[in-house]
């Protein structure tokens, strides 16, 4: 076919399919997948408040719309895939979608968007008690917005399914949407070009896990008592912006084999650690927040090429675990970091400490490699050790310093949005 009359033939199919849309009203109880089957390519079915039970397969351009209520319940019987999109362009919407099967190899989920499933739209959903809720395999540019998806907690966390799964599924997007016990809130692997941005995770694993997707964005998003925030894993090019992780069992941000990557305006409050960072290598980290944790940040695995300025640690019991003989000076154009602990001097009022910080030594580097040594650090030896380092810099053991330690605390506008929170909780 010529390349003119094929987009004059596809124009014209587009603009007939517009014109004979219908809207069809479906009754509570009705037989569901018959509807879908009857139903004309860019209808919109409207489905009453009650229960439509049995799965369904979308095989052609439709919206599937409910009551604002989400009151329109299809429910699954416990096996596959509750709702199957294999068309492009459809709309889920203002529906509750339960009981998928619970298998994780065979992709059982509450809504399954397959590689057809181009531009899928589901927003304003209630996606509860399947194996996974939203899994958009292959999807090309769907947009996940706006929905509540809950996992079955009945079943033990390593037996659930993410909340989202994002497999190969470039362009996609998951947004503003509130994700709660599942395994993982959002699982991508293999993607690229994604964005998952203000969404709310908790009673999860981890909130973000990211594997080999690379190009994308994690921004805006709150993490509370989930194992791991954002488990940014074996991917390049990201932009971790503005996202908030508190109450974090284990670490509030995993950076391992993450490369090439923006992480700016973040805040972490309560957590083992702070930040692992495991052989991640240039990183720009700046304007974030790291509080209360076991450990502000833990590098280790020849994490180089990093840039660490304009960052806040507060009151972390171990500031820095560095795991490394090499030097490094976490300052670039002249600023470095905040610092609770820092007992610092600035007599020419310029902002900066007049002496560099070094939150390790020699005592610190003898515990990370040798724990039991801890018992000894009372001992006169090590008070001989100690007093030797403050008088003879030059034997200080290799790690982080801090050239131009900043004397005030940066704040950024995701800190300050986060205080508000917190007095409006304490308020309640």
């Not at 076919?1 to 033939?9: E, Q």
């Not at 919407?93 to 009981?99: E, G, I, Q």
């Not at 390790?360 to 007093?387: E, H």
Request: one cysteine or more; glycine letters at 8%; a neutral charge.
């Amino acid at each position: 076919m010529h390349i003119k009359t094929f987009f004059l033939s596809t124009a014209v199919a587009a603009v007939f399919q517009t014109a004979s849309a219908a809207t069809v009203h479906i009754a509570a109880g009705s037989n569901l997948q018959e509807a879908v089957d009857r139903a004309q390519a860019g209808d919109t079915l409207k489905l009453a408040s009650g229960v439509y039970r049995g799965k369904v397969i979308v095989n052609k351009p439709l919206t599937l719309e409910g009551p604002a209520d989400r009151s329109a319940e299809i429910e699954g019987d416990r096996t596959g895939r509750t709702l199957s999109v294999h068309a492009p362009d459809v709309t889920v919407r203002n529906l509750t979608v339960t009981k998928s099967g619970l298998s994780l190899p065979a992709m059982d989920a509450g809504i399954y968007l397959e590689e057809t499933a181009l531009r899928a739209l589901v927003e304003h959903n209630d996606v509860l008690e399947n194996s996974v809720g939203v899994y958009i395999h292959g999807a090309t540019d769907s947009l996940v917005r706006n929905n509540k998806i809950v996992g079955d907690s009945k079943l033990r966390r390593n037996e659930r399914g993410n909340g989202v799964t994002v497999w190969n599924a470039p362009g996609s997007k998951v947004t503003g949407n509130d994700i709660s016990q599942g395994r993982d809130g959002i699982f991508s692997n293999a993607s690229t070009k994604n964005v998952f941005s203000n969404n709310r995770f908790s009673k999860l694993r981890y909130a973000v896990h990211y594997m080999y997707t690379n190009d994308s964005e994690v921004s805006g998003n709150f993490s509370d008592g989930n194992e791991i925030g954002y488990a940014i894993m074996f991917s390049e090019r990201l932009k971790i912006n503005d996202n908030i992780a508190v109450n974090s069992t284990n670490q509030g941000l995993m950076l391992n084999y993450a490369n090439h990557s923006d992480i700016t305006g973040n805040v972490i409050d309560k957590a083992g650690k702070c930040v692992f960072v495991y052989n991640a290598n240039y990183n720009t980290l700046v304007g974030n927040r790291f509080e209360q944790c076991a450990i502000g940040i833990h590098f280790t695995a020849a994490a180089e090429g990093n840039k660490i300025y304009d960052n806040a640690f507060i009151n972390n019991q171990n500031q820095i675990k560095y795991v490394s003989t090499r030097h490094t000076d976490w300052a670039e154009g002249g600023r470095g970091n905040y610092w609770s602990d820092n007992s610092a001097f600035d007599l020419d009022g310029d902002g900066f400490g007049d002496n560099a910080y070094r939150p390790n030594g020699i005592t610190d580097q003898i515990v990370w490699r040798a724990p039991a040594a801890r018992l000894l650090m009372n001992s006169p030896a090590v008070s001989i050790v100690k007093w030797a380092q403050a008088q003879f810099p030059a034997i200080l053991p290799g790690g982080v310093v801090d050239s131009k330690p900043l004397m005030t605390p940066p704040e950024s506008e995701t800190y300050k949005r986060y205080k508000q929170m917190k007095q409006g909780a304490k308020a309640v």
